[in-house]
């Protein structure tokens, strides 16, 4: 804006003030870029200090110095993108597959967040196996177009939308109400909606940190509200949808569950639900040990959904740029989920963590610690409220 420029000769600078040879800085004063200094090719420079622009630089050698930037620039790029595509190309190779071919007709299936994403594709998939299927999801318009989607596809007529709303402890009391006074069984109960965390530290109405509530406290009570149903219809499963994202935590504090006093950040808050799901999980399947219901968590990997779309936070969004080149598909997601819910080898395991189809070993020590487990338990009680005489297990 200040400087009108090279005046035709490769040399000579002029300044704002129309004068040859001095570039006036800012302000206009020769404080601030001082210019040529009487030698035709030399930018004195910021304050004459010679170590700014001091030496003798000529235009060409800028110009040079920039298109090397420039080339540089965007050789590192096309090599990170050829690298982030083959590494994506590897890792859906990788994916694993349900070999199963097991049918679920005459079976009940509940999955939460069935309107998008990893819980979508699982649905095609069960009632391509003739399952009926009920699907839990808070936007029952959405919800509603997927199920019709999934009937026209799969020609199976068998499958519902009911209103939930998992960071709502009423709407999770409602739906529960709802399935006890209709349903005879629930065969397989699959907890999978889920945020990616709020940027800033959220309230429900019923007071808990809302990625926390999605993710944790709802599932928490929606399975204890239909434990008896689960455990009459036993041999049942539940199959809990946790994250690698756990292995961010080294610590859990149990008292500051809801972030009331301690740093709250959106992937802090995302992670610690998800080990909370794992330790659900784990302590849920001690309790029905020998009832007949398994209960297993699982991490889908990185997947291409709209969870980053919808999440908040810089890192949620750096997951989601990294997913859209190195992440599954969302049938590729899916299928840890599908290898609990239908496969005849997994039907006899419970308390696990598992991974690509098969049970993980990275799952933290903090994942597998029973006594935290119980402790997560305990607290999630209390906070959901729940009654004694909810207690089925
Ligand atoms: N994508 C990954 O890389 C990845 C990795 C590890 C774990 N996971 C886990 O996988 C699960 C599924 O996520 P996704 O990647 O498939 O994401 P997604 O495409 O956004 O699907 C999430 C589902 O959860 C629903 N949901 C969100 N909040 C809800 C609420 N309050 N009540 C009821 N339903 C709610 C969404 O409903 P709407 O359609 O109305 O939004 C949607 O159906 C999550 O538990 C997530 O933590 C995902």
Redesign the pocket.
Known sequence: MYLVGVDGSEDVLVGMDGSEGVLVGVEGSEDVLVGVDGSENVLVGVESSEDVFGRSCPLETQTKMWETVAMVTLATVCAVTIIMCVFGHVYRLRSRKVFSTASMQGKTVII?????????ATAFDLAQRKARLIL????IK?ASYVAAEIQSSTGNSAVEVRQ????SLASVRAFASRILAEEHRIDVLVL????GGKNVRTLTSEGLETTMA??HF?HFLLTNLLLGLLKESAPSRIVV?????HTLLTSLNLKELNFENAKYWSLQAYAQS?LCNILFARYLAHLLKDTGVVVNSL?????A????E?GEGFAVKVYGFL?QYV?KT?EQ?AQTIIQLTVAEETQNITGEFFENCQVSDGATNLAIDDGLAKKVWEASELLVGLDPTEQHY
Do not use: H, Q, Y
């Open positions: 939460t967040g069935a309107s998008a994403g990893i819980g979508k839990a999801c808070r936007n959405k939930l709303d998992t960071s999978n909606a889920g945020i999605t993710n709802g949808t946790a994250s690698m994202a998800k991490c889908p990997g990185l997947v959904t709209e969870i980053f919808k997913a992440g969302c997601g």
